[in-house]
T-cell receptor
Framework: GAVVSQHPSWVICKSGTSVKIECRSLDFQATTMFWYRQFPKQSLMLMATSNEGSKATYEQGVEKDKFLINHASLTLSTLTVTSAHPEDSSFYIC?????????????????FGPGTRLTVL | DQQVKQNSPSLSVQEGRISILNCDYTNSMFDYFLWYKKYPAEGPTFLISISSIKDKNEDGRFTVFLNKSAKHLSLHIVPSQPGDSAVYFCAASRGDKIIFGKGTRLHILP
């Protein structure tokens, strides 16, 4: 159990275009999903937290109009990088948590997707 | 301001020996600590965790020790195996938010 997928695994786009990354929990309901960004040789930095059906909570310094997050269902969250620029090139990772009581998974553990490598030319 | 610190960027250990990865934290409000393993170009994989009310948690070859007074935790892997070569992230959480350290790259030598 606890499989989280991301699509695409890598994407190359031109500067100024928008890119959508999907994060799916395959075998559990993700009441909360998280989006991280990792720069080379750096730690994972939390960008935002989203709960199903409500607006995402963004970390300080993260532009919510640039990084649009939608958590429309208990198994899917999307991150859209709008008007991408080369400095947005990074490794984006989502994670999901099953916070519902009675679920089979630990409610306090995040399960990570495989990540999406974004390169903006 | 790094709340979770992994001061060793890399560690090399002979196969079969014990690997000890260390982590320090600054925020005494953290109530849960986790270790994740990560291969290149993949997402982190949860390894083991420990609640702040405990001082030890063991799962197979992996044991995590927590010293709250020193704000220090460590991950012990014994015996170390070639497949353990990866980057290990220490993380601390309070509520929903998880704060990660920068990671320690573990090399298991044949």
């Amino acid at each position: 159990g606890a499989v989280v997928s991301q699509h695409p695994s890598w994407v190359i786009c031109k500067s100024g275009t928008s890119v959508k990354i999907e994060c799916r929990s395959l075998d559990f309901q993700a009441t909360t999903m998280f989006w991280y960004r990792q720069f080379p040789k750096q730690s994972l930095m939390l960008m935002a937290t989203s709960n199903e059906g409500s607006k995402a909570t963004y970390e300080q310094g993260v532009e919510k109009d640039k990084f649009l997050i939608n958590h429309a269902s208990l198994t899917l969250s999307t991150l859209t990088v709008t008007s991408a620029h080369p400095e947005d090139s990074s490794f984006y990772i989502c994670s999901a948590r099953d916070g519902s009581s009675g679920g089979a998974l630990r409610t306090d553990t995040q399960y990570f997707g495989p990540g999406t490598r974004l390169t903006v030319l | 301001d790094q709340q979770v610190k992994q001061n060793s960027p890399s560690l090399s250990v002979q196969e079969g020996r014990i690997s000890i990865l260390n982590c320090d934290y600054t925020n005494s409000m953290f109530d849960y600590f986790l270790w994740y393993k990560k291969y290149p170009a993949e997402g982190p994989t949860f390894l083991i965790s420990i609640s702040s009310i405990k001082d030890k948690n063991e799962d197979g070859r992996f044991t995590v020790f927590l010293n709250k007074s020193a704000k220090h935790l460590s991950l012990h892997i014994v015996p170390s195996q070639p497949g353990d070569s990866a980057v290990y992230f220490c993380a601390a959480s309070r509520g929903d938010k998880i704060i990660f350290g920068k990671g320690t790259r573990l090399h298991i030598l044949p």
